[in-house]
């Protein structure tokens, strides 16, 4: 009797484990069905191996882009204009203008609007957003690149004076201020922007005392003539452009770089696609550095400062690539790179500085 209850119960056991193997793959089956269904439908996977399939068809494989907030301030720097132009260098709330040869920066501050001594806030404010604006001065100009390869306060490592007559004249800067009076039950703000002429004092402290300026040699760097595209000038045409430097018809030097996203900088250079140096510090003079920089960038060819630094009749040289970090120097064609070196063999050219990079 007892043999026969365990053997029916082994059966039973035998037919269960059985059911259970057989249902296993539908449940699977189910489970990818009921989770395809769900990723179509835009709701979340419960099995987490189906995370990356949900993410795929719900978001997509790239990232959302997150849109980034401006420096407090940065717009009433930029003259309406949402983004920089190609003349401009920006650190955090401040940019350099090398249009205008100014920098400015922007220091901001708030006024409550439950003050119960406004004009005590007030004062306060202009005081902490000066502060700031001037902080924000000098940081932008020590981080302005001379070329591509340096930026000032690189050039500066060391030079403890020169860095804090520099922080002086960035105290001393000229100050605006624009106030935002507060509203019941809204704050209000005080802007305060400070700027500086780039040119004169400035200049000098920022241009590196070793700087070896007007040597004549040409500066070379190592690179490697298959990274830059090839120029598009005839054989005729250079021809004849190189006939008329040799007779010196050239009045100066405008660099085409649209396109190229350059940026700019205090001391450029131009080279050609061998990394043999066309024009530089080592063309230019120290004086004309302070003063008026080595360079003028412009975006329009109806720009009147054109024809003033290179004159009526400038050797026109198109920019091949824009090397560096950041992308502040040029690179050429050897054929380009001969002429400009030719068209500054003339002193009053080199003294001058009649270079113009045209930009976007």
């Known amino acids: 009797m007892l043999k026969t209850i365990f053997g029916a119960l082994f059966k039973a056991l035998l037919l269960v484990a059985a059911l259970t193997v057989a249902t296993v793959p539908v449940l699977a089956q189910d489970t990818a069905q009921d989770t395809v269904q769900d990723t179509a439908n835009g709701t979340s996977p419960d099995n987490l191996s189906d995370v990356e399939d949900w993410i795929r068809a719900n978001l997509g494989d790239g990232q959302a882009e997150v849109?980034?907030?401006?420096?407090?301030?940065?717009?009433?720097?930029?003259?309406?204009?949402?983004?920089?132009?190609?003349?401009?260098?920006?650190?955090?709330?401040?940019?350099?203008?090398?249009?205008?040869?100014?920098?400015?920066?922007?220091?901001?501050?708030?006024?409550?609007?439950?003050?119960?001594?406004?004009?005590?806030?007030?004062?306060?404010?202009?005081?902490?957003?000066?502060?700031?604006?001037?902080?924000?001065?000098?940081?932008?100009?020590?981080?302005?690149?001379?070329?591509?390869?340096?930026?000032?306060?690189?050039?500066?490592?060391?030079?403890?004076?020169?860095?804090?007559?520099?922080?002086?004249?960035?105290?001393?800067?000229?100050?605006?201020?624009?106030?935002?009076?507060?509203?019941?039950?809204?704050?209000?703000?005080?802007?305060?922007?400070?700027?500086?002429?780039?040119?004169?004092?400035?200049?000098?402290?920022?241009?590196?005392?070793?700087?070896?300026?007007?040597?004549?040699?040409?500066?070379?760097?190592d690179m490697d003539p298959a990274l830059v595209p090839p120029s598009a000038v005839t054989p005729a045409d250079e021809a004849y452009r190189q006939s008329l430097a040799e007779l010196g018809g050239f009045t100066g030097v405008v660099v085409d770089a649209r396109g190229l996203g350059l940026r700019p900088a205090l001391l450029p250079r131009i080279m050609d696609r061998n990394g043999l140096g066309a024009y530089g510090p080592f063309q230019a003079s120290r004086a004309v550095a302070v003063d008026q920089g080595i360079a003028v960038y412009v975006t329009g060819r109806s720009d009147p400062r054109l024809a003033q630094r290179a004159g009526a009749d400038p050797l026109w040289v198109r920019g091949l690539a824009a090397i560096g970090d950041p992308a502040c120097d040029v690179v050429v064609s050897v054929d380009d790179g001969a002429l400009i070196r030719k068209v500054f063999e003339k002193q009053e050219l080199r003294a001058a500085g009649a270079l113009v990079v045209l930009v976007d």
């Open 67 to 221: 849109p980034v907030e401006p420096p407090p301030g940065l717009d009433r720097l930029m003259d309406g204009q949402h983004n920089a132009t190609a003349l401009q260098a920006v650190s955090g709330p401040a940019l350099v203008d090398f249009g205008t040869g100014k920098a400015r920066a922007a220091g901001v501050a708030d006024l409550p609007a439950d003050s119960v001594n406004p004009g005590r806030d007030k004062a306060l404010a202009q005081r902490t957003a000066a502060v700031e604006a001037r902080k924000h001065l000098l940081q932008v100009l020590l981080d302005l690149p001379l070329d591509g390869s340096r930026t000032v306060v690189q050039a500066l490592a060391g030079e403890d004076a020169v860095q804090a007559e520099l922080r002086g004249l960035a105290q001393n800067s000229r100050l605006t201020t624009e106030v935002d009076e507060p509203m019941p039950g809204q704050d209000g703000q005080c802007v305060v922007k400070a700027e500086l002429d780039l040119a004169g004092p400035v200049a000098q402290r920022l241009v590196p005392v070793g700087e070896p300026f007007q040597t004549g040699l040409p500066f070379k760097l």
